[in-house]
């Protein structure tokens, strides 16, 4: 069975730096896509971040600087670095298998900027 | 970026009659690679969302038959052939396409 379990998302003061993890089973990061999507409070999704089998990976431009996508084999986890938080990055972060569409998704973390 | 658009936005619906939702993309999704990555999410309240349809007209493992999906190049739409209570949510188009990959804004559907 495939899971997918977030877990780092807390609040956090503007400008601060956090990272989010998302723990894997049922599948091996290194042979598939992961992707992170975000949804602000009451809002709509938001693709954030993937990385591909091949270790590519590409951004949304306003987390571009800000955000690293890094992929853990041996612990078969993928992890978003947020540097430089602002309160626009407020929202629940899923992280989803696939890439061109989204096969599972976890159940989200929430990250908070606020002061 | 390519931008989605969902009709209606808000779709009241009645138990056992159908319901459709469109989606117009700003670009064709067509990829170079031949496929068209637009896929249908549903996310019932106070839970992630799960795919139901992809690449245009694909149910994902499990959906119900009463899910469907049609279209090409810009303009796509969802049909549910009978709808059920457990139906209530929104629903989400998405392009996988081209990045940044980008949703609609969402259609809520809920019962009369």
């Known amino acids: 069975e495939v899971q997918l379990v977030e877990s780092g998302g807390l609040l956090i003061q503007p400008g601060g730096s956090l990272r989010l993890s998302c723990a894997i089973s049922?599948?091996?990061?290194?042979?598939?896509?992961v992707t992170w999507v975000r949804q602000a409070p009451r809002k709509g999704l938001e693709w954030v971040s993937v990385?591909?089998?091949?270790?590519?990976?590409f951004y949304r431009d306003s987390v571009k600087g800000r955000f690293t996508i890094s992929r853990d084999n041996s612990k078969n986890t993928v992890d978003l670095q947020m540097n430089s938080l602002t309160a626009e990055d407020t929202a629940v972060y899923y992280c989803?298998?696939?890439?061109?569409?989204?096969?599972?998704w976890g159940q989200g973390t929430l990250v908070t900027v606020s002061a | 970026d390519i931008v989605m658009t969902q009709t209606p936005l808000s779709s009241p619906a009645t138990l056992g009659q159908p319901a459709s939702i469109s989606c117009r993309s700003s670009?064709?999704?067509?990829?170079?690679?031949?496929?068209?990555?637009l896929n249908w999410l549903q996310q019932r309240p106070g839970q992630p969302p799960r795919v139901l349809i992809y690449?245009?007209?694909n149910r994902f493992s499990g959906v119900p038959d009463r899910f469907s999906g049609s279209g090409a190049g810009t303009d796509f739409t969802l049909k549910i052939s009978r709808v059920e209570a457990e139906d209530v949510g929104v629903y989400y188009c998405?392009?996988?396409?081209?990045?940044?990959?980008?949703f609609g804004q969402g259609t809520k559907l809920e019962i009369k």
């Open positions: 998405m392009q996988g396409t081209q990045f940044p990959h980008t």
């Open positions: 690449k245009i007209s």
């Open positions: 049922g599948f091996s990061v290194g042979d598939s896509y």
């Open positions: 990385i591909y089998r091949g270790g590519e990976t």
């Open positions: 989803a298998r696939g890439s061109g569409w989204l096969e599972e």
């Open positions: 670009q064709s999704l067509l990829h170079s690679d031949g496929n068209t990555y």
